[in-house]
C-alpha cells in the first residue's frame, strides 16, 4: 500500500515547486509554501553557509514543509584538453565581447552533496531531501535519512524508478522528457531512452510501490489532473514558476518565455557539460545543441560566465541558458500564490 | 462549442483504433469496431482495389463506422545517387544472404492519396477519412469532404493543429513523441520542435476549435483517462494492439515487443525515409537510427524488403520495422475486444 506522501507532509495541494538553481531562491518557496504547496530550495550552486542562511529565510517566512534539492554527480577528473578545446571554440565570442583570458574563470561550477551539505541537512531539518542525477554514496543517503528527511530522486526510466527504490527512496520523482532543465537520468546516457510522460509515469507507478511525483511539461489544471489520473500523487512543476515575480529568473529569461519562442524547446549540452532543456539562443544555434565540444558536467559553465555577463548587459541572451519544458507557452506572469492554487484546481476538479 | 465526435459516429467507446500499415487489415478494425470503438484501415501499402475488398470485408462484418487512412507525402523526385549509395550500405547484407541485384527491386513503395483512391472513398464511404504527413491538395480534401467523411489529420506541434483546422479538418489527432511508427509532422523536419503528449495535448486544445484526438503512449485505462483529463474527445491506440491475435504483426515483431526489448524504442529513418518510432534492432544498431544514408521517403524501404524477407525467414529481425510506441511493454497479447474494453475502463472511471 502507498502512504500518503501529501498526508505526511501536510500539505493542502499536491503541487510541488521544481528546484531550479539559478532562477530562484527562498522567496519563491515561501510563495508556493504560503498557497499549500511544497516550496524548494536548490542547493547546487549554493556554498553551505548560503544554504543555510536560505532555509532559515524560508523557515522565518513558512511554517510549512521544505524540500531542499541536491545534484549529486561525480566531478569529473580535470580535463585540460577538453578545457582548452572549449575554450577555443569559445575564443571568437570572447573577442566580440573584447574579453581577456584573465576573465574566464576555471574549475568551478556545481558542487555534489557531500559531507558538509550533510551537516547544513543534520542542523535544519527539511522535510524532504532530493537528488538529481541519482543518490550520493550509501553512507551520505543514510545521514540524510537519520534526519527524518524524506529523500526522493529522478528517475526517467522504469530502471532508474527501480535502482531507486531499491536503493531506499521515500519517492520517485517521474521525469519525462517533456521537463525543462536538466535531465536526471544515472544509469545511461542514451539520450533515446527518455520517454514522454504519458508513458513513462503509469509505467513507473507500476513498476515500484514508493509514491511517483510527475514532472515534465505540467503547467495547467488539466495537465495536473492528468499526471494524477496517471498514478501520480503529486505534481512537480517549474516553467509555470518561472515569470512569477518572486522568482528570480533574468530579463533575457523572461523576454523569451514571454515570446513566441517558448514554444521550441531543445535539449542542450552546452551550458553545463549535461543534457538540459531549454529555448534555443545564438550559442546552441552556432555550435549544435548537443555538440560534444563542451566539456564534462559541470565544466562547461565556468567558461561560459563571462560571455553571459557581458551579453546580458546587453539585452542578449547569446550566451545565457533559457531553461523551459515543453509547455512554456502556457507560463503566467503571476504570483506564485496564484499559480499554485491555479493549478490545484486540476486536483480537485 | 466543440461537437462530440463520438456522438456523431455513434461510438460507445472513445477508443480509436490507430492504422498501422503493414500490421493489420479489416479484421483488427472489425473486432475494434464489434467493441465499439473506432476501427481502421491504413491505406498506404494498398493499391485501390486492394482498399475496396477491406473495406467491404469490414462492412460484411460490423456495421459501425470506419476509418480510413492515407499518407499523403509528396513523391520525390528519382534520386538515382541517393538510392545506389543507399544500396552501397546495403551490399555487405546482401552479399551475407546470398542476394544479387536483381533481387532488389525499386521505384515502388508507399502511394499517396490520389484521384483513384478519393474514388474509392466515393464509391464506399467510409465514415471517417484520416491522413497522415498533412493534408492532400484541396481538391482531393473537398471531393472526400462531399462524401460526408469527417476528416482528421495528425498535428504533432500546435502550429500543425492551426495549420489543420484552416485547411477545414473535422479534428485533429495529436500525435505526442511517444507515438510508435511514422511521426506526422509536416511543417517542419526539425526533430527538437516534436513534443510529449503531457505538454502537447492541452496546448492543442487551447488553440484550436475542433475536436482533438489524442495519441502517442496511451496503452493502459489510466493513459487514456489522462488524454481525456487534458481535454481529448477521444484517444487512439496502436501499438496497444500489436500483441493481438487479429493483428498481422509479424513473429519477429511480436517477439521483439514481448520482450524485455520493448522497454526502448527510438526514431528511425532507415526503414522508409521518414522519421518512425520502433525497438531498435540491427540496422538501426549498424547504421545509426537516424543515418542521412537512406533516402528520402518512401524511397528506402524498397531495398530492404529482400534482406527483411530473407532474415524473417531466418527468425531475425535485423531489417524489421519494428514500430512500437513508448508504452510497447503494456501492450497485451489478447483479443482486441479485450484490450478494448480494458482500456475504455480508463473513460469511464
Redesign the interface.
Known amino acids: 500500500m502507498k502512504l500518503s506522501l501529501l498526508q505526511h507532509l501536510s500539505l493542502s495541494v499536491p503541487i510541488f515547486q521544481s528546484p531550479m538553481a539559478g532562477s530562484q531562491d527562498h522567496r519563491l518557496a515561501v510563495a508556493v509554501s504560503q498557497a499549500g504547496g511544497l516550496g524548494a530550495l536548490p542547493a547546487a550552486m549554493l556554498t553551505p553557509e548560503g544554504l543555510r542562511a536560505q532555509i532559515l529565510a524560508f523557515r522565518a517566512a513558512s511554517s510549512g514543509p521544505l524540500n531542499v534539492n541536491f545534484f549529486c554527480h561525480l566531478p569529473p577528473a580535470p580535463q585540460p584538453d577538453a578545457e582548452q578545446a572549449w575554450r577555443d571554440a569559445l575564443h571568437p565570442y570572447y573577442e566580440e565581447h573584447a574579453l581577456t583570458p584573465e576573465q574566464i574563470p576555471s574549475g568551478g561550477g556545481r558542487q555534489p552533496f557531500d559531507t558538509s551539505m550533510a551537516q547544513v541537512i543534520e542542523d535544519t531539518r527539511p522535510e524532504v531531501v532530493s537528488f538529481h542525477f541519482g543518490l550520493p554514496t550509501a553512507d551520505l543517503v543514510a545521514r540524510v535519512k537519520a534526519t527524518g528527511a524524506k529523500v526522493l530522486s529522478s528517475a526517467t ?3 532508474e524508478a527501480q535502482s531507486l527504490e531499491a536503493q531506499g527512496v521515500d519517492a520517485v520523482i517521474a521525469q ?3 521537463a525543462g532543465g536538466h535531465r536526471g537520468h544515472f544509469l545511461d546516457h542514451d539520450l ?2 527518455q ?6 509515469l ?2 513507473i ?1 507500476q513498476a515500484v510501490s514508493v509514491p511517483v511525483i510527475a514532472a ?5 489544471p ?2 495536473v ?3 494524477l ?3 501520480a500523487q503529486a505534481v512537480q512543476v517549474g516553467t509555470a514558476y518561472l515569470l512569477c515575480p518572486e522568482a528570480n529568473t533574468s530579463a533575457v529569461h523572461r523576454a523569451a518565455l514571454s515570446s513566441p519562442r517558448a ?5 542542450t549540452r552546452l551550458f553545463s557539460g549535461r543534457p538540459a532543456r531549454g529555448i ?1 539562443n545564438r550559442l546552441m544555434r552556432d555550435l549544435g ?1 548537443l555538440s560534444p565540444v563542451a566539456p564534462a558536467f559541470p565544466l562547461a559553465s565556468d567558461a561560459l560566465a563571462p560571455l553571459r555577463q557581458a551579453a546580458e548587459r546587453l539585452g542578449r541572451d547569446d550566451f545565457s541558458p533559457l531553461w523551459a ?3 512554456a ?2 507560463s503566467r506572469a503571476q504570483p506564485a500564490a496564484t499559480v499554485t492554487q491555479w493549478l490545484a484546481t486540476g486536483a480537485s476538479a
Do not use: F
Open positions: 526510466t522504469v530502471a519525462g522528457l517533456e533515446s531512452l520517454l514522454g510522460l504519458m508513458a513513462l503509469p509505467q507507478v515534465g511539461g505540467i503547467a495547467s488539466p495537465a489532473r492528468a499526471a489520473a496517471l498514478g514554444a521550441h524547446t531543445n535539449l534555443p545543441a519544458g515543453q509547455a507557452a502556457q
